[in-house]
């Protein structure tokens, strides 16, 4: 408000005489004066007395008729004193400022205590009651439940500090700080609105405390409750029953706690199967993934009315989670050992594949094993499980069990022949130890091995065992012999190794010049190597 008074010469006349005397007196009065000096003192004081109420006079005059401006407009005013014109100019400023602070009928003489009370009532009939009646502030009300319902479209969050502060203490309100809290305390009482600290719904025992601490309202959100609608409601009753063989309670917010509960339920049990899905070597990864990207804006939602939206909205994907889920669970509760088992059992089967493979009943047994561990969900088909592992390791068994036989007897035969020869060449013990330790421990290591290839491994490796062995023998003979340790006693021969089949350049014999000449060929090796006194392997 700007006020323009005109332009009287009186006025800064009288202004400076009145200062220049007030200032004069009280200089010089010190108490030191004589008597005539203090009643001229005294009479210029009476004097300036009566300057200032002229002053006050014209001052009143000059603002009756002054020119008022309120904000930013030019206001013609229709009293005609000072006091009255200040009032008018003054109501018209906060009426055209504060527009709304009129929507306050009735302000309470103690809103704190209002506030206690109303919270602490739960009789939602008796405050609709005194709302309807005009008793309270039935337009305010409408005010604050207008604007929560539009940042709650906007889905803007309203902080009771900011409510208070930046809105309702601001113009065009001008509202009293407790008054709207007596508000917000009937809407919570009216389950309009919920306060959120910490993102956790504040309860009613303790919104009190809250929003009558400064400090805490900054944490305070506050949050338009929607009601869902009684059909939603007994549609999502329905199915959570289907999903978790219960019947939650009838209240919204009841149902939204019971669902709530059971999901975050299925949350850590799918939690817990995760780790191992990761991997790779269990199943129900995608599964698991999928349910918990699920649930979790579900247990995100914090007000009834969009989580039981959102829980029927999702009822088939729920439903398909549920079937998974109990799969989920008895395998990883229940099948769990057997299909480690399994798993174990093909790894160890991988060792003999090509081999398993070409066996009639095997084979088809080792494929059916393959695509129960790589199907993505094989939860009906791990009881199959027992009966394959038990076909492949019987086959696997008798193979395993043949090779090893077969393996054996020739590492026998050739620890059977170094004997022989060693106690012809009346070896130590130090030689027999150098020509039968390799074959011992090959014949050890056949006994406990589970590959084939790896027996055959062996099987080769003691055919050049038993040649290093044969040659030390020899050389010990010979040694023996050059010492004249043995003059008299006959050597171990000379081994001649002879293999057929490197004495034919072709693939095939085909006629019966073919044949004679590679018997031919295979006679004179022979006899050539018992001309040079050698005995003959034929290999």
Same mark, same amino acid.
């Not at 999502?236 to 706690?257: C, N």
């Given at each position: 408000m700007l006020i323009r008074l005109g332009n009287d010469e009186r006025l800064g006349r009288e202004l400076r005489a009145y200062l220049q005397t007030e200032k004069y007196v009280s200089?010089?009065?010190?108490?030191?004066?004589?008597?005539?000096?203090?009643?001229?003192?005294?009479?210029?004081?009476?004097?300036?007395?009566?300057?200032? %109420?002229? /002053?006050?006079?014209?001052?009143?005059?000059? /603002?009756?008729?002054?020119?008022? !401006?309120?904000?930013?407009?030019?206001?013609?005013?229709? +009293?005609?004193?000072?006091?009255?014109?200040?009032?008018?100019?003054? =109501?018209?400023?906060?009426?055209?400022? !504060?527009?709304?602070?009129?929507?306050?009928?009735?302000?309470?003489?103690?809103?704190?205590?209002?506030?206690?009370?109303?919270?602490?009532?739960?009789?939602?009939?008796?405050?609709?009651?005194?709302?309807?009646?005009?008793? %309270?502030?039935?337009?305010?009300?409408d005010d604050l439940r207008g604007y929560l319902q539009l940042c709650s479209l906007k889905s803007q969050p309203v902080v009771l500090h900011d409510l208070l502060e930046k809105r309702y203490a601001l113009r065009p309100y001008g509202w009293p700080e407790e008054e709207v809290l007596l508000l917000v305390a009937r809407l919570i009482v009216l389950s309009e609105i919920n306060l959120m600290m910490d993102a956790t719904l504040l309860p009613i025992d303790k919104v009190y405390d809250a929003i009558t601490t400064p400090a805490k309202r900054r944490?305070?959100?506050?949050?338009?409750?929607?009601?869902?609608?009684?059909? +939603?409601?007994?549609? +999502?009753?329905?199915?959570?029953?289907? /999903?978790?063989?219960?019947?939650?309670?009838?209240? =919204?917010?009841?149902?939204?706690? !019971?669902?709530?509960?059971?999901l975050r339920d299925w949350q850590i049990a799918l939690q817990g199967y995760q780790p191992l899905a990761d991997t790779g070597s269990y199943p129900g990864k995608d599964d698991i993934s999928q349910g918990l990207t699920l649930i979790s804006p579900l247990l995100a939602d914090q007000d009834s009315r969009p989580f039981i939206e959102r829980f029927n909205t999702l009822k088939n994907a729920l439903r398909d989670l549920g079937d998974s889920y109990h799969d989920l669970k008895h395998f990883y509760d229940s099948q769990k050992p057997t299909w480690e088992k399994l798993r174990k059992a093909h790894s160890a089967f991988q060792l003999n594949r090509l081999e398993l493979e070409r066996d009639d009943r095997a084979g088809p047994a080792l494929r059916r094993m393959q695509d129960i561990l790589s199907a993505k969900s094989p939860y009906g088909l791990i009881k199959e499980a027992e009966a394959l592992i038990s076909t492949v390791d019987a086959v696997n068994t008798a193979l395993l069990s043949g090779r090893r036989t077969q393996a054996l007897t020739k590492i026998d035969t050739h620890i059977a022949t170094l004997n022989q020869d060693m106690a012809q060449a009346q070896g130590d013990a130090s030689l027999r130890a150098a020509c039968l330790q390799p074959l011992e421990t090959l014949k050890a290591q056949v006994q406990q091995e589970g590959s084939l290839a790896h027996i055959a491994q062996a099987e080769a490796e003691a055919v050049k065992a038993f040649d290093a062995a044969i040659e030390r023998i020899e050389r010990h003979g010979l040694t023996q012999k050059e010492h004249g340790i043995q003059e008299d006693q006959p050597i171990v021969k000379k081994q001649r190794v002879v293999r057929p089949a490197d004495l034919i350049q072709t693939a095939y014999l085909e006629s019966s010049a073919e044949v004679n000449d590679f018997l031919d060929v295979l006679r004179m090796a022979l006899e050539q190597a018992i001309a040079n006194n050698e005995r003959v392997q034929i290999r």
């Open positions: 200089r010089k009065n010190d108490g030191t004066l004589n008597e005539s000096t203090q009643r001229i003192l005294r009479d210029a004081a009476e004097d300036n007395r009566q300057r200032r %109420n002229r /002053l006050t006079i014209l001052l009143g005059e000059m /603002l009756a008729a002054a020119d008022t !401006f309120v904000a930013g407009q030019a206001l013609k005013l229709k +009293a005609t004193t000072p006091l009255a014109a200040l009032t008018e100019a003054m =109501e018209y400023l906060i009426h055209n400022t !504060f527009s709304k602070m009129s929507f306050l009928k009735r302000l309470s003489a103690d809103p704190l205590k209002e506030v206690q009370a109303v919270l602490r009532s739960n009789d939602i009939a008796k405050e609709s009651l005194l709302f309807q009646t005009g008793e %309270n502030n039935p337009e305010a009300l944490k305070i959100v506050v949050r338009k409750k929607e009601t869902a609608d009684p059909k +939603a409601i007994q549609n +999502a009753r329905s199915l959570g029953r289907d /999903l978790f063989a219960g019947m939650g309670p009838d209240g =919204e917010d009841g149902l939204m706690t !019971f669902l709530q509960t059971k």
